[in-house]
């Protein structure tokens, strides 16, 4: 009868043991022989020795060559010695479970003491842990080891257990480790970046493990523990590698996550800036920016205790990053209002410009824009909130002023912050600047005045549509600011540098409330521009273009025009188009010639247009 596999499987590891007898046989009778030569040897050389009456112990007539032969020979029985009981262990231990709690529970302090061997190695229990880690196992295997007694601080490729699972986020294994009595400052070793010389703390903050952080500093973990480098301002510690890992969020802060976690965060990284040696907090730079621990809370919410900590620890406040942003900036940028103040308290420099030539005052007028890549989607959606942004630049720009802050003080574009308040349509702004001293009559590289930057509000197709109520705010705050412009001696009549009025451009863009609130502060109705046409002309080319557009929008067969036709109903924007125009020709007077006022419209004209060629 043939025989089955499984009979063969037995036959095959009878022939294994009978292998490893021969093996060890073998190995016995060349480690006999090697003995006996080497002790042959030694006598001749005694022998030697004996003749020149020189009296040499024993062991020092061995050859330094012998003597390594013998630990290469050790060395490779330790070796074959682990290899196959290893191999050996991993195989039966699959067959293999061994239950001790009914032993445990008869026998009362036998599980310390056996546990106090800690017979499971390094090797085997990371071994259990990573196939835990991989869902080989359940983990079964790993609290076993962990109940016999393992090497929990062992390293294999320089990680302890506990480093391996803090970085899989394990948080079973990890409370099992820790209550173990592992070592949570050990630091790995002979790892490439980023984890050379991470602790377990490191690692849980770089993965964004905040809550098994939480864990391992309230058990012991020291955050003062890292790996020295020559250069100061580049040693990781738990603190770094915390405040890298919120910057890894989207938008580099908090917000993504849910309020608990948000809280947890802060906490433990408060925690960790205490902890953390003053000299290190104060040198630090993180990421590619190279940036303070400052730079780092003035881009998040409800960080001002962190932040106090970081200047107790002294931290430069004026610390510029390698785009030239000072923290003043960016939590100007970020609307952060309590961290400006805390930072003008400390000795911010609020004269100070960034790579665009902007000041904290142009900054928070232009509404954080300045800052570009640095405002967040949060800040972002702010835009769309303009009590919110109101309120927070507000509330800033007096901090600013109250410190001494240059409120006619240029900067991009030799804009100053009126210039930058008015394009932002920020009416509390341009009233707060505007009283503390905002000349309306300065203006930036290229001839604009601070009343110029009305006219991206003045057309209003020259952004999105927009619905009625949102036109209507936008109405209310054009008609706001202009009052307030034209109130501090702007000239609404004046021609901007291509040479329009701001009448002109109300009346071309077919937006009836814009005419009528510029009508109602003085601008001429019939004054010239720089093309020697009216705004009444320009409203009536726009009549002309929205007949043709219109029709050629929303008409596409004979049928279509013949039953509008019968409506009677006039087009709305042909209609509004109109009422400018009646409301311009009502307030022109009759006696003004087109000469004198081509002479008033050039008196008023502080530039002319450098595209214009004449007319």
Not at 449 to 476: F, H, Y
Request: some cysteine.
């Amino acid at each position: 009868m043939a025989e089955g596999p499984e009979s063969d499987v037995f036959a095959r590891l009878d022939r294994l043991k009978s292998s490893l007898s021969r093996i060890v046989e073998n190995g016995q009778t060349r480690i006999d022989m090697l003995s006996k030569l080497i002790k042959a040897k030694q006598d001749e050389r005694k022998r030697e020795l004996e003749t020149t009456a020189t009296v040499i112990p024993p062991a020092d007539l061995l050859t330094e060559k012998e003597l390594q032969a013998v630990e290469k020979l050790e060395l490779a029985v330790r070796q074959l010695h682990h290899s196959i009981l290893g191999q050996m262990d991993e195989h039966v231990g699959q067959y293999y479970k061994m239950d001790l709690s009914p032993l445990f529970r008869m026998t009362p302090g036998l599980r310390e003491v056996l546990r106090s061997f800690r017979a499971v190695s390094e090797l085997a229990l990371q071994k259990e842990l990573c196939d835990w880690i991989s869902r080989k196992s359940n983990g079964d295997g790993f609290r076993l080891c962990m109940k016999v007694g393992a090497l929990v601080d062992g390293l294999v490729d320089g990680k302890t257990a506990l480093h391996r699972a803090v970085s899989a986020g394990l948080i079973e294994a990890v409370e099992m480790l820790v209550s173990d009595g592992a070592d949570l400052n050990i630091i790995q070793s002979s790892l490439p970046s980023p984890y050379f010389g991470f602790t377990a703390l490191m690692i849980a903050c770089h993965k964004h493990q905040w809550h098994m952080a939480k864990l391992l500093l309230q058990k012991g973990a020291r955050p003062d523990q890292f790996l020295p480098t020559d250069i100061i301002s580049e040693t990781q510690t738990a603190l770094s590698s915390a405040c890298l890992a919120v910057q890894s969020y989207p938008d580099g802060d908090l917000t993504s996550l849910d309020p608990l976690t948000q809280s947890a965060v802060r906490d433990l990284i408060e925690q960790l800036v205490v902890q953390t040696p003053r000299e290190v907090v104060e040198c630090t730079r993180l990421g590619a920016y190279s940036e303070s621990f400052l730079h780092f809370a003035a881009r998040q919410k409800d960080m001002e205790d962190f932040a106090l900590a970081c200047l107790a620890a002294g931290v430069d406040v004026n610390a510029p990053n390698k785009d030239g942003d000072r923290p003043l900036l960016i939590a100007v940028g970020r609307r952060n209002v309590n961290l400006v103040a805390l930072f003008l308290e400390h000795g911010a420099d609020f004269h100070v410009h960034n790579r665009w030539d902007d000041s904290a005052l142009h900054i928070l007028a232009g509404g954080g824009w300045e800052l570009g890549w640095q405002s967040s989607e949060r800040e972002a959606m702010e835009e769309n909130d303009p009590e919110e942004r109101e309120a927070k630049a507000f509330e800033m720009a007096k901090l600013l002023l109250d410190k001494g802050a240059n409120v006619n003080l240029q900067g991009g574009s030799g804009y100053t912050a009126l210039h930058l308040a008015v394009e932002s349509w920020n009416v509390r702004l341009v009233a707060l600047l505007l009283q503390r001293g905002a000349s309306v009559c300065v203006q930036s590289e290229k001839g604009y005045r601070p009343i110029d930057c009305l006219r991206p509000l003045a057309n209003k197709w020259s952004g999105n549509v927009v619905d009625e109520d949102t036109e209507a705010v936008l109405n209310n705050r054009f008609d706001s600011i202009l009052k307030l412009l034209c109130a501090h001696g702007a000239n609404v009549n004046a021609w901007d540098p291509n040479g329009t009025t701001l009448l002109h451009q109300a009346g071309q863009s077919n937006s009836l409330d814009r005419v009528e609130s510029l009508l109602s502060v003085g601008a001429d109705p019939i004054a010239f521009d720089y093309w020697m046409r009216k705004p009444g002309q320009l409203t009536m080319c726009l009549m002309m273009r929205l007949d043709d557009q219109w029709f050629r929008e929303n008409f596409c067969c004979e049928a279509c025009l013949e039953k509008w036709e019968e409506s009677g109903e006039e087009i709305p924007e042909i209609k509004d188009a109109r009422q400018i125009l009646h409301a311009i020709n009502s307030h022109a007077a009759p006696s003004h010639t087109a000469s004198s006022h081509a002479a008033a419209s050039s008196s008023h004209w502080h530039a002319a247009p450098s595209h214009a060629s004449g007319g």
